[in-house]
C-alpha cells in the first residue's frame, strides 16, 4: 500500500511538473507575442525570439514555431523581417532534420512546401531590410546556405549577393561579430578564397577599433588555438605592422620568430608552413641575415625542406653551416644540403663538397657515415669503380660495428661492382632521371613524398606515402609503377604499393628515392627526408 501510495505520489508530481513547463513555455510565448507586437521588428527581439526557438528545435517542434511565428506576421502584415527569417530558419532546420533522421514520409510529402516557404520568407526578409541591418545578413546567409544544399545553380548568385550585403554593413557597423560570423559559415562549406574576403574586413574591423597591440594578440592567438589560421594569420599580420611601427628593433624581433615558430611544421597541432616563411622573411628583412639565432635557423630551413621548397630550404642549411658551423645542427644541415644540391637541384659537384667535408671528419657520425655512401654511389654510377669501392670500403672501415643497415646496404654495392653487375634497377631509374641533363623535365612537380611522422625514434613506425599526378586519362585508371629505393630500412615496398609502414634500426637523416613509371614512361622523381633520433 505505501509502495502504491509513494509511486502515485511521484506520478502526480511528474505531472504537476510537465504541467508546470508548459504554463512557463505558454507564459514566455505570450510575453514574447506582447513584446514582438509592440516592437518595431527590428533586431532587439533577436535574444527572446533564440531562447524560444532553441527550445522548440531542441524537442524538433518546428510545425509548432513556424505557426508561432507565422501567426504573429499575420498580425504584423508580414512586415517583419525578423520573424520572416524566423519563420525560413525554422523550416531550414526542419528539413536538415528530416534528412537526418530519415523521415522521408514528411520530407517527400511536404519539403516543397517547406522549400518555397524558406525563399518566400527570406525574400520578404531581404526585401524589409538594407544591409546596415543585421536581419538582411542573416537572411542573405541562410538563403546562400538553402541553395548551397540544394546544389542549385542559385549556389553562387546567392553567395556574391551574401558577399555584397556583407560588404556594405561593414561600411556602417561597428560591430565586427555578424562578419565573422558569416565568414566562418562560408569557410566551413569550403569557400575558403572568399571567407579571407570576410575576415579581411572583419580584421580591419577590429584594428581601426581603438584595440591594444597585446588584445589584438591574444584573439590571435586564441583563433589560432580554435584552429581557424586564416584568421589568426590576418589578426597576426595587423598585429605585425603595428608592433614594428610602436616597439623597438629588440622587442619585435623575438615577436616576429615566435609566430613565425608557432607555425611552422610540427607533426601534431596547427600548421602553416608557408604562413612561417612569409614571417621569417619578414623577420630576416627586418633584422637582417644575422636576426635569427642557431635553432630559428634550422628550424625555417627545416620548415621549407617540409613544404617542399628545396632551393629555400638548401640556401638556409648552407647559411646555418656559415654561421653556425660548430652547431649540433652542422652535420645533419651540410648533409642535406648536400642531398639537396645533387639531386634535387642536379648540381654533383657542389653536392659532393659537402660530402667530402663529411667524410673526411674524424667521427664516425651518421652524416659522416651517409655522405661516404653518397660519394661511392655517386662514383659507382659515373663507373668510377675503384673509386666507388675505395669510398664503401672507407665506409665499412669507419663503421665498424654500427650503422648495420648503411653496411647492409654498401655491401650490396660492392657485390654488384665485384660481380661486374649494373645497380639496382630502381635505384639506378632514380639515379638517370636525378643526374642526366636530358631528363631535366623530371622535376618533382608531378609525383611527392609524405612521411608521417617525419621525426621519429629509432624502431618506431612511419608510415611513407606518395602522391603523382597523373593527367588526364579519359574514363580509364592509369596503372602506374613505384619504383622505391634508397632509404628504405625495415621495409621492402613493391612497385605496386603507392605507399608502405617502415622502422629504422640506426639513427641519422635517411634519404628515400621514389620513381614513378606510367604507362607511357617516366611520370616523374620524389625524395624526402626521414630525421631518426
Not at 512546401?113 to 536581419?135: F, M
Not at 622535376?443 to 621519429?456: E, F, V
Not at 618506431?460 to 586519362?473: R, Y
Request: glycine share 6%; charged share 25%.
Amino acid at each position: 500500500m505505501k509502495r502504491n501510495l509513494k509511486f502515485s505520489l511521484s506520478f502526480c508530481i511528474l505531472i504537476f511538473g510537465f504541467w508546470i513547463c508548459c504554463f512557463a513555455a505558454e507564459a514566455n510565448l505570450v510575453d514574447l507575442s506582447k513584446k514582438i507586437m509592440d516592437s518595431k521588428c527590428d533586431s532587439s527581439i533577436y535574444p527572446a525570439l533564440e531562447e524560444s526557438s532553441s527550445a522548440y528545435f531542441k524537442d524538433h517542434k518546428f510545425n509548432e514555431y513556424f505557426d508561432f511565428v507565422s501567426s504573429l506576421l499575420k498580425q504584423k502584415n508580414d512586415a517583419c523581417p525578423v520573424l520572416n527569417y524566423n519563420a525560413a530558419l525554422a523550416r531550414f532546420n526542419q528539413l536538415k532534420y528530416l534528412e537526418e533522421s530519415q523521415g522521408w514520409d514528411e520530407y517527400f510529402a511536404q519539403g516543397n512546401n517547406y522549400r518555397d516557404q524558406i525563399v518566400e520568407n527570406l525574400k520578404k526578409a531581404i526585401d524589409g531590410t538594407t544591409p546596415k541591418d543585421s536581419t538582411s545578413i542573416k537572411s542573405h546567409m541562410l538563403l546562400w546556405q538553402f541553395h548551397r544544399e540544394q546544389q542549385d545553380d542559385l549556389d553562387q548568385e546567392t553567395l556574391t549577393g551574401l558577399i555584397n550585403a556583407v560588404t556594405e554593413y561593414a561600411k556602417s557597423s561597428d560591430d565586427p561579430a555578424l562578419i565573422k560570423e558569416v565568414a566562418d559559415k562560408i569557410s566551413s562549406y569550403g569557400e575558403k578564397g572568399k571567407s579571407k574576403e570576410l575576415y579581411r574586413m572583419y580584421v580591419d574591423k577590429l584594428t581601426t577599433a581603438d584595440i591594444k597591440s597585446d588584445e589584438l594578440k591574444q584573439i590571435a592567438r586564441d583563433f589560432y588555438k580554435e584552429g581557424n589560421l586564416d584568421l589568426a594569420e590576418s589578426i597576426f599580420d595587423s598585429y605585425i605592422e603595428k608592433a614594428i611601427k610602436s616597439l623597438p628593433k629588440e622587442k619585435v624581433m623575438p615577436e616576429l620568430t615566435e609566430i613565425a615558430s608557432m607555425f611552422s611544421y610540427k607533426t601534431e597541432g596547427q600548421k602553416d608552413m608557408v604562413y612561417a616563411e612569409k614571417i621569417f622573411a619578414k623577420a630576416e628583412s627586418f633584422g637582417g641575415n644575422e636576426a635569427l639565432n642557431e635553432e630559428q635557423i634550422y628550424l625555417r630551413a627545416f620548415n621549407l625542406e617540409k613544404s617542399k621548397e628545396w632551393t629555400k630550404a638548401g640556401d638556409v642549411y648552407s647559411n646555418l653551416i656559415s654561421r653556425f658551423p660548430e652547431s649540433k645542427y652542422a652535420d645533419r644541415a651540410a648533409f642535406k644540403a648536400g642531398v639537396i644540391s645533387t639531386y634535387i637541384l642536379r648540381d654533383k659537384d657542389k653536392g659532393a663538397g659537402y660530402f667530402v667535408k663529411l667524410a673526411e671528419k674524424g667521427n664516425a657520425s651518421a652524416q659522416s657515415i651517409s655522405s661516404l655512401y653518397q660519394l661511392g654511389l655517386l662514383s659507382q654510377w659515373g663507373k668510377d669503380y675503384p673509386k666507388a669501392k675505395a669510398y664503401y670500403n672507407k665506409l665499412l672501415e669507419k663503421a665498424q660495428n654500427n650503422f648495420s643497415e648503411t653496411q647492409a646496404i654498401v655491401k650490396v654495392r660492392l657485390k654488384e661492382i665485384e660481380g661486374g653487375k649494373a645497380l639496382e634497377n630502381n635505384l639506378l631509374n632514380f639515379l638517370d632521371d636525378s643526374l642526366k641533363e636530358e631528363n631535366s623535365q623530371f622535376d618533382m612537380s608531378r609525383t611527392s613524398l609524405t612521411l608521417n611522422p617525419y621525426n621519429a625514434a629509432v624502431n618506431s613506425e612511419i608510415t611513407v606515402g606518395s602522391n603523382a599526378l597523373s593527367g588526364a586519362s579519359g574514363c580509364m585508371q592509369v596503372e602506374l609503377q613505384y619504383l622505391w629505393s634508397g632509404d628504405l630500412g625495415s621495409a621492402t615496398p613493391q612497385s605496386a604499393q603507392s605507399s608502405f609502414p617502415t622502422t629504422y634500426k640506426d639513427t641519422g637523416s635517411k634519404v628515400i628515392f621514389l620513381v614513378v613509371l606510367a604507362p607511357s614512361g617516366t611520370l616523374d622523381r620524389a625524395l624526402d627526408f626521414a630525421d631518426i633520433d
